[in-house]
């Protein structure tokens, strides 16, 4: 997770703290948490993408 935070701080600008805030409150972070999910087995970069494509797009499946 510290990845995809310091990887989102690097792109949008923002702090670390509203990096995580952002992480947190998205609909992505509830299905990477799942424990039914294998999200969390896919790499930083695939999971940075998908969290992109949530702000971007306003759907991580995108």
Do not use: P
């Amino acid at each position: 997770m510290k990845e995809i935070t310091d990887r989102l701080c690097v792109v949008y600008h923002i702090s670390e703290v509203e990096a995580t805030r952002r992480i947190q409150e998205s609909a992505f972070y509830q299905a990477l948490t799942d424990s039914s999910s294998k999200l969390l087995f896919d790499s930083a970069e695939d999971n940075f993408l998908r969290l992109q494509n949530e702000i971007e797009y306003g759907d991580w499946r995108k």
